[in-house]
């Protein structure tokens, strides 16, 4: 989670390397609780996050996004 | 900036470390707020319990039969073996992982599975695919681009291996307000 970028950085990369028709959808909060499901994130990650994160932020400290792209015919 | 705070064979080595120390992935909770139920009936329970993704590329990768797909970071196979039944034993489905034992674990689910004939998992890096120019029809990939601290580079190497014409189909994770420090050199934190 840490590596991910913001939604519009995300989609500019995609276009910068040389793809078209770039669509981003179906936008799924990731919230603390939700991460805490994937064993990838130990109890002390889980922890620091519900300490550090505002409570406000917490139901969606990240977006799951579906991005679409097409490499050009020509 | 994040990529400022830890350097990036460290990352890579971060997440190599965590993923292959995992015992199983995010299972059948956190799959189902994912994929329908029908679909998580017919796959093996293996493949689900080793469903590590975010979201469901495969529902939104509009497949054909006879297409080639690749599976970016494939994981322990759900999308794999998903993506195998969508284009038919007249296509491909080759899955990509960075550890060895992910793919051997995906091979043996897509067996179960029964697509086994037109599925194949190879062992490599996003960073650097070993597949070469323009042989497929359409890259999916759940939850792995985040995890990459060269992001450029993976999507110059999907660029490359997609024919003219084909199409990208990713989930993952964005952010919309900046992670504390304390998280944003978090080990854990960055391979989840």
């Known amino acids: 989670m840490s590596g991910a970028l913001a939604e519009r950085a995300f989609a500019r990369k995609i276009e910068k390397m040389g793809f078209a028709d770039v669509w981003i959808g179906e ?8 991460a805490a499901l994937y064993p ?3 109890p002390p990650v889980i922890d620091l996050m519900r300490e550090l994160i505002p409570p406000e932020r917490q139901a969606a400290v990240a977006v799951s996004v579906i991005a679409k792209a097409t490499k050009p015919s020509g | 900036m994040t990529e400022d705070l830890m350097f990036q064979d460290q990352i890579k080595d971060v997440v190599r470390e965590a993923y292959s120390h995992i015992e199983t992935g995010a299972g059948r909770l956190a799959a189902q707020q ?7 009936a017919s796959l093996p329970p293996g493949a689900v319990d ?5 979201g469901n590329p495969v529902r939104h990768a509009e497949l054909r039969r006879g297409e080639v797909v690749l599976d970016v970071g494939s994981g322990g196979g759900i999308d794999t073996i998903l993506a195998a039944r969508a284009v038919g034993s007249s296509g491909r ?7 060895r034992e992910m793919g051997e674990r995906a091979e043996r689910h897509a067996k179960e599975a029964g697509v086994e004939a037109w599925t194949e998992f190879v062992t490599g890096e996003m960073e650097q695919i070993p597949l070469p ?4 029809d359409v890259v999916i990939s ?12 993976v999507l110059a190497e999907i660029r490359r291996v997609l024919k003219p014409g084909g199409r990208l189909c990713v989930a993952d994770l964005t952010v919309n307000d900046e992670l504390p420090t304390e998280l944003q050199t978090s080990d854990a934190a960055w391979a989840g």
């Open chain 2, 93 to 99: 489905a080759i899955g990509l992982d960075l550890l």
């Open chain 1, 27 to 34: 936008r799924i909060p990731y919230g603390v609780e939700r």
């Open chain 2, 50 to 54: 080793w469903a590590l993704g975010v």
């Open chain 2, 34 to 40: 994912l994929y329908l139920d029908a679909e998580l």
């Open chain 2, 142 to 153: 759940n939850g792995v681009i985040n995890l990459s601290p060269r992001k450029s580079r």
């Open chain 2, 133 to 136: 120019d323009a042989c497929i």
């Open chain 1, 40 to 42: 990838l994130f130990t």
